[in-house]
């Protein structure tokens, strides 16, 4: 039974979205007006407000289902129905949906990144580019997630996705540490074919007209590079909060939540990324561990793994894989310092 369908809950994710569309128009249109480039300071204190935007909304939405559940039809009538242990259940299943789509967040990271430095874009438009790229991944991670409330809904379709993340899991715990050659990127190669790329920046233009010809700037070919990876991103984030709960309004308020703050914690991270060598291994655990509750440990479980493990579970990989990052990233400063 889905404790939030969606023709019920309907308001719900339009009073959600509005939040979010409000939010992200004072993002741009009042504190990040003037493109500028953001200091680790201000990147930080950001990420925290996104934090804990984040978790003010699992409190409160604690405290709504556990309203709901105790006052309304059907709960008051489900045999057995334990209102405050299932509210309890439902915000653990989003905070750890959070935790688990922030964490996968950082592969994208790497690829901003990576992406800024093929298309020399100057950290002072960086900004704006994330901020429509996210709001295009918004809508995505929408489309992906209601596809997947439907999807989900057959054993091997499951199954299949649960194999996918134990498949793609092990494949980055192999795949090395080499960066991304983007000069022979099938994708890019493909961008420079179908736009007419004006090869300098005017500012922070996406289009620019040159001699009567509409030309893209390389802060569009960034952008549209980012959008697409982000798609790819997906067919493995949503699956992995799927794993976890069954909700799709927990996976919407969770994967957006995590998305809205990406923005933030990259330039908070832009300049440290490379003493974090270690966490591709907690993100490859994780995406193993989410794929075997898929495909093995949920049915295990009698129907659900406990979300309490697998939070502890994720945040132990995750938190385990920065620890040694850390530890092992001192200990070289050290030795190339005597």
């Known amino acids: 039974m889905i404790l939030f369908p969606f023709s019920e809950y309907w308001w719900f994710y339009a009073g959600f979205t509005a939040f979010v569309l409000v939010v992200l128009a004072l993002d741009l249109g009042v504190f990040h007006k003037k493109a500028h480039e953001v200091s680790f300071k201000e990147a930080s204190i950001w990420t925290s407000v996104w934090i804990g935007l984040a978790l003010v909304f699992n409190y409160l939405f604690y405290l709504y289902a556990q309203y709901k559940f105790s006052t309304h039809e059907p709960y008051t009538s489900m045999a057995g129905f334990d209102a405050d242990a299932q509210a309890k259940n439902s915000a653990l299943e989003f905070l750890t949906g959070f935790v688990v789509e922030k964490s996968l967040a950082i592969d994208n990271i790497f690829v901003f990144a990576v992406v800024f430095a093929y298309f020399g874009i100057p950290k002072v438009y960086q900004h ?6 996210i709001l295009g991944a918004l809508v995505f991670r929408a489309m992906f997630i209601a596809m997947g409330s439907i999807l989900m809904q057959y054993h091997w379709i499951v199954i299949f996705f649960g194999a996918l993340l134990i498949l793609t899991g092990f494949k980055m715990f192999f795949a090395g540490t080499k960066p991304q050659n983007m000069e022979n990127n099938f994708v890019v190669k ?4 179908v736009f007419r790329v004006h090869p300098q920046i005017e500012g922070q233009k996406f289009f620019v ?4 010809l509409l030309y893209v700037t390389p802060l569009f070919l960034a952008l549209i590079f980012l959008e697409l990876s982000d798609i790819i991103f997906a067919v493995d984030s949503v699956p992995a909060i799927f794993a976890l709960t069954k909700e799709p309004l927990i996976v919407f308020t969770s994967n957006i939540f995590a998305i809205l ?6 330039f908070m991270l832009a300049g440290v990324m490379d003493r974090f060598a270690y966490i591709k291994y907690g993100l490859a655990s994780v995406l193993v561990f989410v794929g075997l509750k898929m495909v093995w440990l949920n049915e295990a479980f009698g129907g659900k793994f406990p979300i309490n493990w697998s939070l502890a579970i994720i945040a132990t990989l995750i938190g385990s894989s920065i620890l040694v990052s850390l530890v092992i990233d001192r200990k070289n400063n050290a030795n190339s310092i005597s």
Do not use: A, D, H, V
């Open 128 to 133: 704006r580019i994330l901020f429509w790229g």
């Open 209 to 212: 007209k040159k001699n009567g």
């Open 261 to 266: 703050g990406l923005r933030s914690m990259y």
């Open 190 to 193: 493909q961008l420079k074919k």
